[in-house]
Nanobody, 118 residues
């Protein structure tokens, strides 16, 4: 079992910045891929960005050039960040982090609300 704890959500003005964090305890598993998803009201959950164990990154076209995903490995934990620069009202959603272990199992965070509004 991998537990994920998210933080950093809140309200931000268009053109501002916000950083989301998600920390996973990795006592018994290797964490491979780490991803951010989001779900806006009335819409399906969509993938936002991902980072592999080796640091390779990928982004949805809608956030490319504005959002940056990164990860920090510690002895017993790994943290994934999503730096949101120049957010737009369309970025308003509940953001979820997920991790995929070396056994191929996917775990989800509890979600954090991001609201972009002037």
């Amino acid at each position: 079992q991998v537990q994920l704890v998210e933080s950093g959500g809140g309200s931000v003005q268009p053109g501002g910045s916000l950083r989301l964090s998600c920390t996973a305890a990795k006592r018994y598993f290797v964490i491979n891929d780490m991803d951010w998803y989001r779900q806006a009201p009335g819409k399906q959950r969509e993938w936002v960005a991902g980072i592999g164990n080796g640091g390779s990154t990928s982004y949805a076209d809608s956030v490319k050039g504005r959002f940056t995903i990164s990860r920090e490995n510690a002895l017993n934990t790994v943290t994934v960040y999503l730096q949101m620069n120049s957010p737009k009202p369309d970025d308003t959603a509940v953001y979820y982090c997920s991790v995929t272990t070396s056994l191929g199992k996917k775990y989800w965070g509890q979600g954090t609300q991001v609201t972009v509004s002037s």
